[in-house]
């Protein structure tokens, strides 16, 4: 029996295993019972988390904006989302006329599915995670598709040509920037040897935010691209096409759209501070599995607070900047630099810190030479079709009854 | 191995089902007063024009097929990435020789202006 | 009957009656729905057969980028949520007794080869495997011609859908 410090999970685990099988339970239905248990708990308090994360969301966007942010229902706000949650479960579901009606409900349950799966893979410390898949990185890519296939469902069911031309757009947008994504993914691969996310972890002397800093800029940028945030929330938000695909849902599908963004903003920071900045890893973590945990939801936070930042303070891109930026800056980047990443770490294998070093530096030059080259390039110039417009002049003689009536 | 398909496949049932839970009891819970003017597609407020389809440009497919170009090439690349560590240098090479060619073919792309949003 | 085989019979019938509605549809977006439903449940047959980088693969290249691409193609089509009949043709009964001759020939011949009823195991512990699987493509005496060329399949396909998709009003 390991002892509950060491490893609870593992403990409970042990104790709930002699239970069923005092009780006679056969092994292998003790076995289902304690899987359908650990993924129920892992999805039920992802789910439930989302409530504290909308309320840290709103305050921290206030203050950015220079007010405070919810705090009338509670102190400081806290039972805000359980108020917005109360209401969002008595809003009606409004579902139009001729909507396909088992993919207009699907949709935003397959939003939320694809981005509680991630969770599964998630190592919170050295053993307690859902599965060390050692296929990892390949299922996390793959259940962002899935996301992407309940976008186009719902742009498509609606019924609605708007929502169809959001749903392309949106579908567009995650697309194009999932290219740099999985090949910025490939360079924590080459670095640790595996594909399981829980080896990359343990892989992780020197976190791979000082060896590949080109790939942690890449996946946070595309990352935040692909969860529709500001500022690339162009295709959702409110005010661009009547917000977007999903302008034909109402009440709690809606409000599953919206728990699955945030979720997925977390997740996304959960993820590139796994793979980025070391995840449970920090001194003493191995002894007291406690400690890991703490340290990954630290470093969380931290990149949390900065996708947050982003979302307040810069404007949104255009559609064409945007695509702009990805394939004609960001995919070449990630190319270039999985490239000489692959190259320079290869001779230097048996010294970890001089290919750290080396990769510091290489990655230093190539993000530089691509800034200078193709960021110019990536500015386009629009030409010029008409003359500006001269300004109003007020004419000559109105201006004397104006003076005699000011004050 | 099975056994971490099988917490995979429950953890799925799970996650499709939690929302699918939330979004039936919220069904129970809400009001239903469906009315004609309610139930018509949203337009701007204004009755509906024609029916709901619209001019498809090829350029979300040129999107979509240059994805599916890349996410081919990752996953030829996902192996050799593993790998990495039990290769000799020209291996290594091989494996960057598969990515200059793809980034050639980029390179033709842009330059034959098919992946701007026009 | 162990539960791998309930869950491999399970997953096949989801599987073969899913292909089977592709075929039948009567709107060609049900169609198109019910492939990437296939695709999912041939994903699960891997899982099952501990392929599991596979697997993997399977949703994110099939699921993820040619069931939107197939999606994308549907909605070129104009009339997609039109009724276009019943699908079958006057003579499915001949298709049918054909297919299933077909079938029993060969279940016959693999009953007649001795490995049919041998459980194999990969030689290789699962980690293993996918390191394997890396050497094997860039080795000189194994596969890595066919992964450069692979690589030149790409970049041709790229530019033919290109050429293929591209406007012609713009210049």
Known sequence: ?????????????????GVLLGWGMPPSGVELVLTVLGAGTIALLAMLWVVFLIWYERKLIGRIQDRFGPN??????????????????????????????VPYNLAPILAVASVLLIWAVIPFTMTVMGVNLNVGIVYIIASGGLGVLGIILAGWSSNNKYALLGGFRAVAQLVSYEVPMVVSLLIPVILAGSLGVNDIVMAQRIPYLLSAPVAALIFFITSMAETGRSPFDLTEAESEIVAGFNIEYSGLKFGMFYVAEFLHAFTVSLLFATLFLGGWRGPLAEQVPLLGFVYLVVKTFVVYFVVILFRGSLPRFRIDQMMDLNWKLLTPLALVSLVVSALVAKPLEEMPLAQTLALLVSNGIVLILFIEGTGKKVQRKREIVGKPRPLAVPHPEEQQPAQSTGG | MLSEWLYVGVFFLIAMFLPAAAIFIAGILAPKK????????????????????????AQYYIYTLVFLVFDVEVVLLFPWAVAY?????????EGVIFILILLGGLLYAWRKRALEWL | MTGLQ????????????????????????HAALWLVLALGGIAALFATLEASFFAAVQVMVYIGAIAILIIFSVMLTRRVMEDTGPQNTRYWPAALVVSLGVFGGILFLFLQWPGFSVESRPGLEQGDLLVRFGQALVSPDEFVVPFEVASILLVAAMIGAMIIARDPSRK
């Open chain 2, 34 to 57: 469906p009315n004609p003017i309610k139930s018509s597609t949203y337009e701007c407020g204004i009755e509906t024009v024609g029916p709901a389809w619209i001019q498809f440009k």
């Open chain 1, 72 to 101: 009338r229902v509670g102190p400081w706000g806290i039972f805000q989302p359980i108020a917005d949650m109360l209401k969002i479960f008595t809003k009606e579901y409004i579902t139009p006329e001729g909507v396909d009606r």
């Open chain 2, 85 to 93: 560590h039990q290769l000799p240098l020209f291996a290594v090479v």
């Open chain 1, 1 to 17: 029996m390991t002892p509950w410090y060491q490893d609870p999970v593992q403990f409970i685990a042990e104790w709930l295993r």
């Open chain 3, 6 to 29: 309930i869950a491999f019979l399970a997953i096949a019938a989801v599987t073969l009656a899913s292909a089977v509605l592709v075929v039948s549809s009567r709107k060609i977006m």
